[in-house]
């Protein structure tokens, strides 16, 4: 049998391709490979090809974590950038962990059971260091290259191990740098907020961590005030010219268990070389990218696209804890944990289109700690309410609430505490994302379902009826907006979309909920979304009047798609509300783009979309595609690959939008495997301004209903190219009947279009991300 190339051919007409199809196995390029914009011009595997164009690169010293390569699995986080104030003389590689926090709760959760800065390594060359090549190579996860001084170079490769969680980082230095070194800096164990705010009374930093030598294993034991440990445990080996430092980091509590665990994982990791390291670790790798594909012909965007797809597996997995505001880097900041009104949506969107869902943490952490969600209620509440607070540790713990220690679940009417009460049914509606893009009834019926109901019960202890004999909720708050309001359009618009989410959850799953009526009930009567002359306002008594980053106000437009435009008056609302929003200057921020961008793609509108993630490269995103405000926060840029994903395709409302809100400039793009709403995985390529083929697998056999945008007379067919009968459903939209397991190619009728997996051309160049220096 001879070697196939790599390349992934999706369909053919014919029964081996159906073969094919269910394994993923490579096949040949035709020969209308050259047509039209796709990139044909070599035999490397599409992966591949777009992997290693979106690579960063650095031909001049990162100063900061903005600028800097950056590793990670999850849990163990390292950026690695200049020493500050031996910027010639040292590189700094940090160590965090995202499981490192305090445990005193008594302090709240952004001091006494804040994230705990660990540390980090310098490299300290012999000479001073005059240059560097480096690039950060996406589809391995190492960072290589070379770091340059005075007196000779080192070469070095390093890698944070995807299932070991050690920082590998092989040196191999020239003759005159032989003697370089490495240095551990153990860091205060207080919370990052200590520098933004004055300390809680009576709280202090934990003592100093003890360094000593464990019969060749060095550690760093950092005891806590509240019991347990965190340890930092590394080891250098030579092998012949390399040398290779190994390190890991463990966390326990209240058991001093961590020193024994870090000793063990540095001892196993430090017996094999790098070279056999990196061979389990790039294949894990290389698996999770081939679960989708992308290409645009939109060069910074479609690199910027693969970044964040990296980004978000080296700081997720589902059993880690769910990303904190800056993931495993901790740096220094003012929010160092976990925030709940806006940050952990909007971190996770991308898992779903990209088919990742290995990374959700979030339905996983929800379903495992819900009983300390109870315990964060009033005690009047507990029995029958659940909330989730503003910010918490990992496991949705705020502790002492207060405008400095941590912002707990408040109480409709009242203030203190702030009465942000509508946070976890915006988290729900994540889960809820998980379910509709895996149909696993599980999700449904043990985490969404039980959850959900008592999140709008909380509401509904509050709702009365007006005057107007409508059902009106006392005053809330509007994340971010500041002041309070009858009426708030973020608690209405969630306890809506809850609400019809519970009435049909409950159908799916048999249930006859004594609670339904009520849910009906609210949904006939409760009062309208607030509104003005400008569109949506916070709430009844606070119109919308300056500038404000956050879409609270929103939300019922995106992403909950409860209002979408479907008459020309409700159209004309979005339009002027979001027109509005980004129309005041001032406190907008990088997710004030990305969430503007994907209402226009709700809306059709491709070149706003496009005009809104433009804004936010140019003005928010850093060299590494990292972004900040007061301090490190990461979840607007994966927010912006969900962007470029409802550009790409919508499936809200029961309908698979194809390519829905493309600018012009896209006249080609492919994508494959991309998951949609009721478990199916769309792949479909656009040639030369047009849809040319659509194909969907389906994983549950839910109903298929597909607005494919291909002109003309059309065809549908199986995986063995026979034939699927197919009905109109309106508005260029189909319905096919697909059982579990089956597929459909739609093409124009006689069409038999190349089925192969390439990427676009690009319309033009773009400098590589990271510090490329003037040549890009």
Sequence with gaps: MPKPSRRTVLATGSAL??????????????????????????????????????????????????????????????????????????????????????????????????????????????????????????????????LTTDRGTLTLRALVHTSRSVLAVEVTPSAGERDFRWVFHPADAISPRAAFRPLPDGYQGNPPAEVADHAGVSAAVQPLLAGGQHVTAWRERDRGRTRTLYVHVAHSYPRTTALDRALKAVREASAHPYAA???????????????????VPDTRIQRFYWIQLYKTASAARRDAPVMATCGPWLESTPWPNTWWNLNVQLEYWLIHGANHLELDAVTRALSEFRDNLTKEMAPQYRADSLGIPRTTDPHLINGAAGTLTGYGVGIPGQDPPTPEVGNLTWALHNVWLSYRHTMDERILRDVLYPLLRKAINYYLHFLEPGPDGKLH?????????????????????????????????????????????????VLAKRAPYPTDANGFMIGADIPYAKSHRHYSHLLAVYPLYELTGRTADERALIEKSLAHWVGFEGALQGYTFTGAASMSALLGKGEDALKYLGELMTRFIQPNTMYKESGPVIETPLSAA????DMVCQSWGGIIRVFPALPAAWADLTVHDFRTQGAF???????????????????????????????????????????????????????????KGESALITRRGDRPDLTVTPVRPNEDAPRWGLPGTEG
């Design 473 to 521: 909720l006392p005053a809330t708050f509007s994340p971010e907006y500041g002041g309070n309001s009858r009426d708030c359009n973020y608690d209405l618009m969630l306890l809506t979309w809850g609400c019809r989410t519970l009435l049909e959850s409950a159908e799916l799953l048999g249930i006859d909920d004594e609670l339904a009526p009520r849910w009906r009930e």
């Design 681 to 739: 995985l769309l792949s479909a390529v656009r040639e030369s301004g047009a849809t040319r083929w659509v194909r969907l697998v389906s994983e549950a056999g839910a109903p298929c209903v597909v607005r494919h945008g291909i002109p003309g007379p059309i065809e549908v067919r199986d995986g063995r190219g026979r034939p699927l009968r197919y009905t109109d459903a309106g508005d260029g939209a189909i319905r096919i009947a697909l059982r």
């Design 17 to 146: 391709s159906g073969a094919l199809l269910t394994t993923g196995l490579p096949t040949q390029a035709t020969a209308a490979d050259h047509d039209h914009g796709h990139d044909h011009s070599h035999t490397s595997d599409p992966w591949r090809t777009v992997l290693d164009d979106a690579d960063l690169v650095w031909q001049r010293m990162p100063a900061t974590w903005y600028e800097g390569p950056y590793l990670g699995n999850g849990f163990l986080g390292s950026g690695i950038y200049a020493e500050p104030g031996a910027e010639t003389r040292a590189v700094r590689f940090n160590v965090q962990h995202s499981e490192v926090q305090d445990h005193r709760p008594e302090f709240g959760s952004l001091f006494g059971l804040a994230r705990l800065p660990i540390g980090h390594f310098t490299l300290e060359p012999v000479g001073t260091i005059t240059g560097l090549d480096w690039r950060l190579g996406l589809r391995d996860a190492e960072l290589t290259g070379t």
């Design 642 to 645: 969900q962007s470029l994903h």
């Design 277 to 295: 390291l990196a061979v389990t670790h790039r294949a894990w790798w290389h698996a999770f990218y081939r679960k989708s594909f992308l290409s």
